[in-house]
C-alpha cells in the first residue's frame, strides 16, 4: 500500500508546489490550523464580473489528481515552474496557441516551433475543439505588450515540452461558448455540454458554496442537527400534487411528500431541539413553465422559540452565507404586516425595490358624477385606487397602455382607466370631462403625480381592486424597463418580512366554510387565541414569510404544539377527518416543546442571487416544463410485465395504443 | 424590525452567558474568527462512555431560542447565574428535586420548601413525566458529598424560583429511559418518543456531525462541488429493484435511481472536476432485514485522476470525519486482492479482526484413502481447505457443531468435517481412523492447531469451499463470542480495501455468458485492456471496495471514458441494447475526461461506528423489515379516483378486495 503515495508524491504533490496543502493533507487532513482552512474555504472560488476566470489559487484541488495545477490557477508567481496540466481545448490561435480550458479558468499554450516537435504541432492543429489533451511544460511569461490584462492567466503563457490526446472529441451539436445562442430544447438535450458555460459552472458553484455555508452556519455555529426524513410516505389526504409510489402490496401506496412537515414538528417532540435538512420535495404540477416535480427546501424547525427568534436566525443565515461578489446583506430585514402589503403594493410579497405604490384616491371621488365610480363606492368594501407611474406618459405608448387593459380584462374581468398627466400639467383620460377641476388636482396631489406621469385607475371592492393594480404595476415596471428606464437594479437585493396573516380564509367554493391560509399547524397569534373558539376568521396566525426582489423564498410558522388545540382547529374549525392525523395528535399529546421553524426554496434564491431568468439554471439536471428529461427521455413507457410486482396496469385512454 | 432585537437582547442573549457568541452571532455571524469557529465546531458535542451527557458546553446553542442556557451544559462555572431553562421532567426525586432533561442532558431542580411555593410544589409533583416545563432559578453548589461524579451536571443544582408548565404530557405507552426495553414494533410506532433516548440523540447527532465533516472535507479542503442530481428518472432496462413512479402521460413511469452513477459520471463529462453528494438512493428489495427502501450513499467522482488517487481521498475523508470519541484512524487503509480476499477469508468482504484464515491442507490428504477427500482433489480446481478455530475444542459445543454442519448443508449444500484437538493432542473425529500418523501430524502442522482447537474440513472445488469456510469462520467467531470469547472488539475499526476484482463474471444461468462484476462502466486494469478483445473473463478492472469490520461500506471504480470501449463492452461483451444508453455513449464521445469515483454507505457506516445492530438505529425514521412506516402506516390505499390522472389502476390478485 505504502507505494500509493509513494506514486503520488513522486508525482510532485508537495515538491511542485510551494504553497499547496499537498503533503500535509495527504498525512492528515484534520491538522491544518483553523487559519489555513479560513484561507481555503474564503479563497476557493474567485470570479470577476465576467465569470470567465473561475479560478482558485492555492487550494487542495488539485491533489489526489494526475495534474500538479489547474490552468486557471497560474499566474506570474508561477514562472518558471514546470507544470502538468489536464484540459479541454477552447480555441487554437495563429496555429501558434491553445488555448487549454479546466474548471478553473483558461490558460494559454505556446506550442514549440521547432522542427522537432513538428508531429506533435500536427496532432494539435487537427484536434477538434472540447477535446481532452495533457501538457507537460513550463510556466513563463509572455512577452512584453502581449499580456491580456482581462484574464486572469493574462500575464503568463506555458511553454509545452509535450502534449498527448486522452480523448478526442466528436464534432458537438453546438459550440461551448458563452455568446452562442442555443434553444433551450438543445441545451437540455446536451446538457452535459450546456454545463460546461463559464455561466453554469458559476451557478453550479455557487450554489455548492452558499449550502456549504448555510450548513456551517446551522451545524457549527448553532446546533442544529441535520436529519434526513423518509420520501417515501403517506399519502396526505386530497394531497393532489402528490406522486404515488406503487409498493409491492396490492392497492397500497407510497406518496412522494411535499415537504417534511410532519416529520420536522415529530423531532421537535423527539427532543432533536435544533434540525434543519436541505429537503429534496416533490409536487406533481403538470406543466408549470417555472417549477420542477423536484425541488430542494431549506427546512428548518426549532423548539423553545418565538417569531422573532426564527427571524434573526434566518437573517444571520442568509446574511452568512451570501457571495461575496454579491455584496453584503445588511440585517434586521424590514417587516410588513399582510394587510399593509396588500394595501401599498397590491400583492403578499411586494417588490420593494421600486415605489409606485398603490393609493386609496376614493376621497377625491366623494361626489363623482361617473357612474361606475359611484356604484364601486357605494359598495360595502368599495374603493377607488390609483397607482402613479412616474414619467409614465412620457415612456408608455398605446400598445403598452392597451397591454394593460387587456391583463385587467383577461386576468381580473375589470377595467381600469389611464389618466395621462401632460407635459403643462392637463390630464388625457375619457374620466376628464366628467371631473371637476377640485377632483381633478385633489387626484393628482393623492396619486403624487405630476407632469408627464401616467395615473391608473380602477374601482370596486378592495380585495377585488388591490390584486389588479398590484399586478399591474409590476407589468408597468416590466414595459418602462423594456423602453430603458432602469427601476430594478439586477445587483440590488431587497428582502422583506411579510407577517400577520389571517389564520383563515374562506373557502373558494365555500365561502361560509374556512380553510388554512397556510397550513393546519399554524398557531394563532397569542392575543387572538381565544378568537379561536368565538370567531375564528379574525384570528391572525404566527407565520411569516420571506420575500426577496418581489418573489417568495421562503416561509414558515410558529406551530400548535397543544393537542387539544389542534385537534380544535382540524376538526371543528377546518371540519377535517382527523383519524388521518392520529399519529400527530398523540405526539403533541406526548410532551411536543413549543416550536416553530421555516423553510426557504433554495433553487428560486438561488436563480435569484445569480440572476438567472428560470429555476433550471441553477439545477444540474432540470425537467422541461413538461416534466420530462430530454437527455434521457424520462418518464417513459414501462412494460406490463415489469408493472405485474406492483400491481397496477396501465388504462389507456381510448384511441391510444 | 428593531424591537424584534431588543426582545432578543433583553432576553439575555449576550448578558447572561459571558462565554456565549450570543451577541456577536446576533450582529454578524461572519465576524466569528477562525479560532471561534474551530472551537465551536469541535466542543459541540461531548459524551461521556455511558452517552447520558450529551452535553455542550460554550455555543451558539441556546440564540435565537427563549432559554438562556441548556441543562447539560451547566457547571460550577455557572453559580450564583440567573438561568431559564427549558425541558422535559425526566423524574422526580424525594418530593424535592426534579430532574430536567433537554438534548444536551440532565440537571437538577431544587423545589423551594417554603410555604409561599405550595402550589408550584403541587403542579410539580401531580405532574406526569415527560411534560415539558420552564424554569427560572439560580445555579447553586449542591452541598457537600451530595455531588454526583458521574453526571456533567453532578456538582450543581438550580433552585427554582418560578416553574411554568408548558405542555402536560399523557401516559405514553413507554418510559423513556434507557435501560426499559422496548419491542421493535412499538419503537417504530412511537418514534418521536424512541428518539429521545440518550442513544438515539447520540446516534443522530453522530451523524450529522459526521456528515458535516465530510462535506468540509470535500468542499472546503478539496473543491468538490456539491451537486444535487434527479431522484425521478428513467428506468433501467431490466432495473428490478427500481421505484415505479406514474407521471401524468398514459403508460410512462419515471423512476427512482438506485444511484445516481449516470449523472455522475455527465456531470465529469461537463467538466464539474470534482462533485460529490449525499445521494438519497432507492432499491426496492421487499422484506430483507437491514435494507432500506430509501438510503444514503456518499457519492463522490473526480476527473483526472486515478485509483490511487481516490483511495488516498476516500482514506483522508474517513480519517478526518472520524468522531473523536471513536479513536483515532490511521491511514493508509490496507489492501488486498480479490483473489487473496477469497483465498484466505472465503469473502470479498473479510473480517480482518481476527485470524482464523482458510488453509489449503490439500497435500496432507496427497494419498488419501477417505472417499470424498479423494474425489474431490481429483476434480478440476478440487482441493481441501481447513481453518483452524484457537481454543475450539474446548469452547464449541455439540449444538454449535450441529449448526455448522447445518448451515454447510442449508446454505451450501455440502458437508463439513469438524476435527477436535484433544487437551493431549490427540484427534477426536469420524476422520481419524482414516488417517495415516503422518496425515494426521501434517494436517495440524498446516492448520496450525494445538491442543483444544477445533479444526473444521471441507472439500470439493475451490470456488465451492472458499464461500463455506469464509462464512463457518465468522458463524465460530459468533459461537465463540456468545461463549464470552471476545473475538472482535468493538471499539476496533479495520479497514481495508479490496482490488483487482474480475470484471466480468460468468452468468448464473448461462455460465457461457458474461455479467459486468460490480457494473459496465468499470475500466479495465491497463495491463488487461488489449484481452478485453480476444479473452475478456481474464480482464481485472479497475474497482476497489472498501471494507469496514467486514462490512463492504463502499466501492467505486475507474470509468470507462472512451466511448468506443464503451460501446465494446456493452454490445460485444455483455449484449446489451445499447440503444437505451445513447446519451452516454454520445457523452463518452464530446470529449469526456479520464474519471473515477466511489460510494459510500453511509447508514451502515455509522451504524458500525456507533455500534448499532441495525442501520434502522442510525436513521430517524426507518421503514419495518417489511418495508412499512408503523408510525404512519404507510404506504395505503389510494382511492380508484385519485389513481386516475396517472391512468393506472389496480389489478387486485383473485380473492382480495
Same mark, same amino acid.
Given at each position: 500500500?505504502a507505494?500509493?503515495?509513494k506514486t *503520488?508524491?513522486?508525482r510532485?504533490w ?10 500535509t493533507a ?8 483553523a487559519?489555513?482552512i479560513?484561507r481555503?474555504?474564503?479563497?476557493w472560488?474567485r470570479?470577476?464580473?465576467?465569470h470567465s476566470?473561475?479560478s ?7 491533489? @489526489?489528481s ?6 486557471g490557477e ?8 514546470e !507544470? ?5 481545448v477552447?480555441y487554437?490561435r495563429?496555429d501558434?496557441? &491553445?488555448?487549454l ?19 506533435l504541432?500536427k496532432?494539435?492543429?487537427e484536434?477538434p475543439l472540447?477535446?481532452?489533451?495533457m +501538457?507537460?511544460?513550463? &510556466?513563463q511569461?509572455?512577452?512584453?505588450g ?7 492567466t493574462g500575464?503568463?503563457e ?6 498527448e ?6 464534432k ?5 461558448k ?7 430544447a438543445?441545451?437540455m438535450?446536451?446538457?452535459?455540454l450546456?454545463l460546461?458555460?463559464?455561466?453554469? #459552472?458559476y451557478?453550479?458553484?455557487?450554489r455548492s458554496r452558499l ?5 456551517e ?8 442537527v441535520?436529519?434526513?426524513t ?7 389526504p386530497?394531497g393532489?400534487?402528490?406522486?404515488? +409510489?406503487p409498493s409491492g ?8 411528500p411535499?415537504s417534511?412537515q ?5 423531532l421537535m417532540v423527539a427532543g432533536?431541539d435544533r434540525?434543519?435538512q436541505?429537503a429534496?420535495?416533490?409536487?406533481d404540477e ?5 417549477? #420542477? ?14 417569531q ?7 437573517e444571520?443565515? +442568509? ?7 454579491k455584496?453584503a ?17 397590491? !400583492?403578499d ?9 398603490l393609493?386609496? +384616491?376614493?376621497?377625491?371621488?366623494g361626489?363623482t358624477e ?5 356604484n364601486a363606492?357605494q ?8 397607482i402613479?407611474v412616474?414619467?409614465?406618459?412620457k ?5 403598452? *397602455?392597451?397591454a394593460?387593459?387587456e391583463t385587467?380584462k ?6 381600469v382607466?389611464v !389618466?395621462q398627466?401632460?407635459p403643462?400639467g ?5 374620466l ?11 387626484l ?6 405630476s407632469?408627464?406621469d401616467l395615473? *391608473?385607475?380602477a374601482a370596486?371592492?378592495?380585495d ?5 393594480l ?7 415596471a ?7 428606464i ?5 445587483? &440590488?437585493f431587497h428582502f422583506?418580512? &411579510? !407577517? ?11 365561502p361560509?366554510?374556512?380553510e388554512s391560509a397556510h397550513?393546519p @399547524? ?7 387565541t ?10 391572525r396566525?404566527?407565520?411569516?414569510d420571506?420575500?426577496l426582489?418581489?418573489c ?7 406551530r400548535?404544539?397543544?393537542a387539544?388545540e389542534q385537534?380544535h382547529?382540524l376538526q ?8 388521518l392525523?392520529t399519529h400527530l395528535?398523540?405526539?403533541?399529546d406526548?410532551?411536543a416543546?413549543p ?10 434564491l438561488?436563480s435569484?442571487?445569480v440572476?438567472a431568468?428560470s ?8 425537467k ?5 428529461d430530454?437527455?434521457s ?7 406490463e410485465?415489469?408493472?405485474?410486482p ?12
Amino acid at each position: 500500500m505504502a507505494c500509493k503515495y509513494k506514486t *503520488l508524491i513522486r508525482r510532485g504533490w508537495s515538491l511542485l508546489r510551494p504553497c499547496s496543502f499537498g503533503r500535509t493533507a495527504l498525512q492528515c487532513p484534520r491538522q491544518l490550523c483553523a487559519t489555513d482552512i479560513k484561507r481555503i474555504t474564503t479563497s476557493w472560488i474567485r470570479t470577476d464580473a465576467s465569470h470567465s476566470d473561475i479560478s482558485n489559487s492555492t487550494s487542495g484541488k488539485n491533489i @489526489f489528481s494526475l495534474r500538479t495545477h489547474s490552468c486557471g490557477e497560474l499566474c506570474s508567481t508561477h514562472i518558471g515552474r514546470e !507544470v502538468t496540466l489536464y484540459g479541454w481545448v477552447q480555441y487554437v490561435r495563429q496555429d501558434l496557441f &491553445v488555448i487549454l480550458r479546466d474548471f478553473s479558468g483558461l490558460v494559454q499554450i505556446l506550442i514549440p516551433q521547432d522542427e522537432s516537435k513538428r508531429v506533435l504541432r500536427k496532432t494539435l492543429f487537427e484536434l477538434p475543439l472540447e477535446s481532452v489533451v495533457m +501538457v507537460r511544460g513550463k &510556466v513563463q511569461p509572455r512577452p512584453k505588450g502581449q499580456e491580456n490584462k482581462a484574464m486572469f492567466t493574462g500575464e503568463i503563457e506555458v511553454h509545452a515540452d509535450s502534449l498527448e490526446v486522452i480523448n478526442k472529441c466528436r464534432k458537438l451539436p453546438f459550440e461551448i461558448k458563452d455568446f452562442v445562442k442555443k434553444s433551450e430544447a438543445l441545451r437540455m438535450q446536451y446538457r452535459y455540454l450546456d454545463l460546461r458555460s463559464s455561466q453554469m #459552472q458559476y451557478n453550479l458553484r455557487v450554489r455548492s458554496r452558499l449550502v456549504m455555508k448555510m450548513r456551517e452556519y446551522l451545524c457549527n455555529l448553532h446546533g442544529f442537527v441535520d436529519v434526513e426524513t423518509p420520501t417515501l410516505f403517506k399519502r396526505t389526504p386530497g394531497g393532489a400534487k402528490e406522486f404515488v +409510489v406503487p409498493s409491492g402490496e396490492p392497492g397500497k401506496f407510497y406518496s412522494l411528500p411535499q415537504s417534511p412537515q410532519q416529520f420536522k414538528q415529530l423531532l421537535m417532540v423527539a427532543g432533536i431541539d435544533r434540525y434543519f435538512q436541505m429537503a429534496r420535495c416533490y409536487r406533481d404540477e403538470g406543466s408549470k413553465p417555472d417549477r #420542477q416535480p423536484e425541488f430542494t427546501q431549506v427546512d428548518i424547525e426549532m423548539s423553545f422559540v418565538d417569531q422573532a427568534g426564527i427571524q434573526a436566525l434566518v437573517e444571520g443565515l +442568509v446574511q452568512s452565507s451570501w457571495p461575496e461578489d454579491k455584496g453584503a446583506v445588511s440585517t434586521p430585514f424590514p417587516s410588513m404586516s399582510y394587510e399593509e402589503a396588500m394595501r401599498d403594493y397590491g !400583492v403578499d410579497k411586494p417588490d420593494t425595490r421600486f415605489a409606485m405604490k398603490l393609493v386609496d +384616491v376614493s376621497e377625491a371621488f366623494g361626489n363623482t358624477e361617473i357612474q361606475f365610480l359611484r356604484n364601486a363606492l357605494q359598495q360595502s368594501g368599495g374603493c377607488v385606487l390609483a397607482i402613479c407611474v412616474p414619467d409614465g406618459s412620457k415612456h408608455l405608448k398605446g400598445k403598452d *397602455l392597451e397591454a394593460l387593459k387587456e391583463t385587467a380584462k383577461t386576468q381580473f374581468n375589470q377595467d381600469v382607466s389611464v !389618466v395621462q398627466v401632460r407635459p403643462d400639467g392637463s390630464l388625457k383620460s375619457p374620466l376628464t370631462r366628467l371631473l371637476s377641476d377640485a377632483a381633478r388636482l385633489q387626484l393628482l396631489q393623492m396619486a403624487g403625480a405630476s407632469a408627464g406621469d401616467l395615473v *391608473l385607475l380602477a374601482a370596486g371592492t378592495r380585495d377585488s381592486v388591490r390584486p389588479l393594480l398590484g399586478k399591474l404595476r409590476l407589468q408597468c415596471a416590466d414595459q418602462l424597463e423594456s423602453h430603458g428606464i432602469l427601476l430594478r437594479d439586477p445587483s &440590488v437585493f431587497h428582502f422583506l418580512w &411579510v !407577517v400577520d396573516f389571517p389564520l383563515f380564509l374562506p373557502k373558494e367554493d365555500h365561502p361560509e366554510q374556512l380553510e388554512s391560509a397556510h397550513h393546519p @399547524f399554524t398557531a394563532p397569534v397569542p392575543e387572538d387565541t381565544h378568537l379561536l373558539y368565538s370567531e375564528p376568521h379574525k384570528v391572525r396566525g404566527q407565520h411569516y414569510d420571506l420575500v426577496l426582489n418581489g418573489c417568495e423564498i421562503g416561509g414558515g410558522s410558529i406551530r400548535i404544539h397543544s393537542a387539544s388545540e389542534q385537534r380544535h382547529v382540524l376538526q371543528t374549525i377546518l371540519q377535517e377527518d382527523i383519524s388521518l392525523l392520529t399519529h400527530l395528535l398523540e405526539a403533541l399529546d406526548s410532551g411536543a416543546p413549543p416550536h416553530g421553524g421555516i423553510a426557504l426554496g433554495l433553487d428560486r434564491l438561488i436563480s435569484i442571487i445569480v440572476g438567472a431568468p428560470s429555476i433550471r439554471d441553477v439545477i444540474a439536471f432540470p425537467k422541461s416544463f413538461r416534466g420530462h428529461d430530454l437527455m434521457s427521455r424520462a418518464p417513459d413507457f414501462v412494460s406490463e410485465e415489469e408493472l405485474k410486482p406492483y400491481h397496477i396496469k396501465v388504462t389507456w385512454p381510448e384511441g391510444d395504443k
